[in-house]
């Protein structure tokens, strides 16, 4: 039985109030991450993908299974849709932020660019079930499946490519390096948006007076349980919006509720960049997009009313293939890596963006 909707002004509040309560929560998750990965010796990369990506994605997670199990189909697939779109905007954001150059150039990282086609070949799976709304395994589409196993293999090629380049970015005067984020010094061909161990030592035990292991550990779950308590909270209060305004729950998920569930990432994102590390904070965003991708396919598994495709309608289609496109447009720029300080892609990518919500908004 689907939960009675809140009122227009308390759900508005709502959602105010957690997107407050997602940020500073965000910032305090970074910190504690960051030296739980040096304590444990899992490096940055291992450590932020499994501490810091998997935390910071709760609020996502619980909207999507909360729209899933309220019987929205548009929303629930709207909102990781919604996420890998807006936070591809962001890096468009950030490059006015890195004045130095344009920031995929600066960035360069051939990690981030088989990232950024994984992400690409991922978002044509569900355009594909799109197209074959009947086939069903149980309640769910066969090709949802396709999704983790396409997320599997990617790792495994970003290992693989980690290990044994094959190409390599031409080094230029902007060019960042990969592992302490300065111009023009380095090495580039490395990203810390890869997961795999480091070589780095283990940091040294607790120090008097800081906080020991434990406690930073029961830190993270405590944060962990009030993000994911935020996220359930917005996923409430847009489908009470989505009720209250009659607006098509597709448009709200893919805007509203996703620009308030991926505020974490805006945070890191525009913090690494200010500080210097542009392949880490660009390969967060890129690999947080291909992550985000397996919520679709936890959209499908939660929503039990049938083929979250083919009830989603047009609108979920229209946001697929203008994510697609933005994903497409954000590939190309990677691989352009132009020196002007906006490229073609800085540009186009939030025109697009605005593009696809008048779409969806008309149909």
Known sequence: MTAAPWPL???TLALAAMAVVIVVAGVRLTRIADTLADRTGLGEAVG???????VTSLPGNVTVVTGALGGDAGFALANPLGGIALQTVWLAIADLVYRRANLEHAAASLQNVLQAVLLSAMLAVPVLAYATPTLTLGWIHPLTLLIP???GYGLVLLRQMQRDPMWEPTRTAQTADADTGNAGAGNAGDSDAAAGPTAEEP????????????RLWA???GLGL???????VVGRAGLSVVAATGLDGGVIGFTLTTAISSLPELVVLVT????????????NIIGGNVFDMLMVALADVTYLRGSLYSDA?????????????????????LVMRERRWIGFEGVSIPAIYLGVIALAVWT
């Open 313 to 333: 309608g047009p609108t979920g289609l229209v946001l697929l293939g203008g994510t697609l496109l933005m994903s497409a447009t954000l590939s190309a720029g």
């Open 272 to 283: 690494a960049v200010r500080l210097g590390h542009l392949t880490l904070g660009v390969g």
């Open 9 to 11: 002004l308390p759900s």
């Open 203 to 214: 940091a040294a035990p607790d120090r008097d007076g800081a906080p020991s292991t434990a």
């Open 48 to 54: 932020g993908a499994l501490l810091l990506g998997a």
């Open 226 to 232: 009030l993000v994911g308590t935020a996220g359930w």
């Open 219 to 221: 830190a993270l779950a």
């Open 149 to 151: 196993a396409l997320y």
